[in-house]
Nanobody, 125 residues
Framework: QVQLVEAGGGLVQAGGSLRLSCAASGRNFNNYHMAWFRQAPGKEREFVAAIPGSGNTVYADSVKGRFTISRDNAKNTEYLQMNSLKSDDTAVYFC???????????????????WGQGTQVTVSS
């Protein structure tokens, strides 16, 4: 069982930056693929970025070049650095985890059994 706790959300002006973090409990954090999803008001939850224990990251087209996902396996923590924020980035951001020691990261939220409670990011224009 993995428990996830997000932090770092808040209110920021368009063009600004925020860094989200997601702390995971449990062992063998490096054997989990980690991801970020977001849900804007009135919209379905959507994929943002994902990172394996080691290897290539994957990003949604809408955030490529602006967001960077990373992880510190020694601290059981993943991060999402968000730069050049736009009003369209306003959403509740969720971190998610799935046990997968090998293979490509996945973008389908249905494949992630572990979720954090979410953190609100609001970008004012």
């Amino acid at each position: 069982q993995v428990q996830l706790v997000e932090a770092g959300g808040g209110l920021v002006q368009a063009g600004g930056s925020l860094r989200l973090s997601c702390a995971a409990s449990g062992r063998n954090f490096n054997n989990y693929h980690m991801a970020w999803f977001r849900q804007a008001p009135g919209k379905e939850r959507e994929f943002v970025a994902a990172i394996p224990g080691s290897g290539n990251t994957v990003y949604a087209d809408s955030v490529k070049g602006r967001f960077t996902i990373s992880r510190d396996n020694a601290k059981n923590t993943e991060y999402l650095q968000m730069n050049s924020l736009k009003s369209d980035d306003t959403a509740v951001y969720f971190c998610a985890a799935r046990f997968a020691s090998v293979g490509q990261v996945r973008t389908d939220e249905r494949l992630y059994p572990y979720w954090g409670q979410g953190t609100q990011v609001t970008v004012s224009s």
